[in-house]
Structure formats: structure tokens, C-alpha cells
């Protein structure tokens, strides 16, 4: 099973930076960085493939950036210019494939609070 650890959360004035990171206990085939604001459902930040593919909302795109720490098997989400929109919690999300049951299981970490003020 993958175990996953964020950290880096926290308060910035909007405008600020912030930069979170994940780390992975195992083998991973993608990793990615969701968030939940208050009263709506969880929504993908961005994604990252182990053939380096990228995907990021639309809402991120040119700000947030995710990238991938091989020798600490972590991945960052660095995130510039935050508007007060992203306050959410984050959580680091990664896919891995179990060979008993042949299917892609999800992971995710304990999620970290990112709050942006005006």
C-alpha cells in the first residue's frame, strides 16, 4: 500500500506563494494534488504522470506548477500568485496498481489547509 505525507500548507496574502509537498512511501503509476472548498466537492489541482505528462485546472493554469522530486520520491505543487478562490484544503492523491485484485486503487494524504486572504 502507498502512504502519503503533505505538508506545506498554511495562511498567505493573496498574491503570495506557497509551495506544498507529498511524499510517497511506494511505487506510484501518477500522483496529483486535489482540493475541497468549503460546500463543494473535490476538484483535480493537477496531475502528474510517470511519463512526465501534466494535466492542471483550468483555474491554475500559469500559476501552479507540479513537479517531481525523485530523490526524495516527492512531488511539489508550487503555487504562485494565489488568489483568495484557492482557499481549500489539498490533498496529495496518488495511483497504484495492486496486482491481486488488477485494478488502479487510489491514495490519499490527510489533506493540508491553504487559506488566501484579500
Known amino acids: 500500500q502507498v502512504q502519503l505525507v503533505e505538508s506545506g500548507g498554511g495562511l498567505v496574502q493573496a498574491g503570495g506563494s506557497l509551495r506544498l509537498s507529498c511524499a510517497a512511501s511506494?511505487?506510484?503509476?501518477?500522483m496529483g494534488w486535489y482540493r475541497q472548498a468549503p460546500g463543494q466537492q473535490r476538484e483535480l489541482v493537477a496531475r502528474l504522470t510517470y511519463g512526465s505528462s501534466t494535466d492542471y485546472a483550468d483555474a491554475v493554469k500559469g500559476r501552479f506548477t507540479i513537479s517531481r522530486d525523485n530523490a526524495r520520491n516527492t512531488v511539489n505543487l508550487q503555487m504562485n500568485s494565489l488568489k483568495p478562490e484557492d482557499t481549500a484544503v489539498y490533498y496529495c492523491n496518488a495511483r497504484a496498481f495492486t496486482l491481486r485484485t488488477a485494478r488502479y486503487d487510489d491514495y490519499w494524504g490527510q489533506g493540508t489547509q491553504v487559506t488566501v486572504s484579500s
Open positions: 511506494g511505487s506510484t503509476f501518477s
